[in-house]
């Protein structure tokens, strides 16, 4: 696990084996920050309730600020936890700067974009997110993204096409 700290309130069964326990209860975590490999600061959260059953783990909505300015709004579920980790989430919030993005993306493995290609402006997202956590390219999106002042490079065009306003489903 990455290093982390904040403040964790917890009441949790543990039963079955010591090497693969089921969980039953809650988790709540205040002030969060998880420093990990590759991100200038850490990742911040202010308030984070969990509930955990054997098979899921699940997340009400919360804040994700991945560096100051920049905030996300997430709720979410991982099912399957002790075995084949499974994600069901839902990413929303007001508009926020694409490039941090792009990086946090990249970070967790998701590159969406190809060698010389560039993009840059804001962003509005609401997507529901699924799919196998151990292999990134397996996931699947689905919701909107509304763009604004975008400005897309790519190496085949001369100049970077800029679009006022896009929305995207």
Known sequence: LPPATGKLTAELKASGALSNPLLTGTASFRELAVTLEGFAQPLQV?????????????????????????SLTLSGSVANYRTQPAIEARVGGGEVPLAPLLGLAERFGVKLLGEGQQLAGFVQPDLAVSGPLAEPGRMSYAGTLKFRALSVKVPELP????VPALSLQ
């Open 159 to 162: 100049q970077p096409l800029e």
């Open 46 to 70: 202010k308030a984070l309730e969990l509930k955990l059953d054997p098979e899921r783990i699940t997340a009400a909505p919360f804040a994700l600020s991945p560096e100051p300015g920049l």
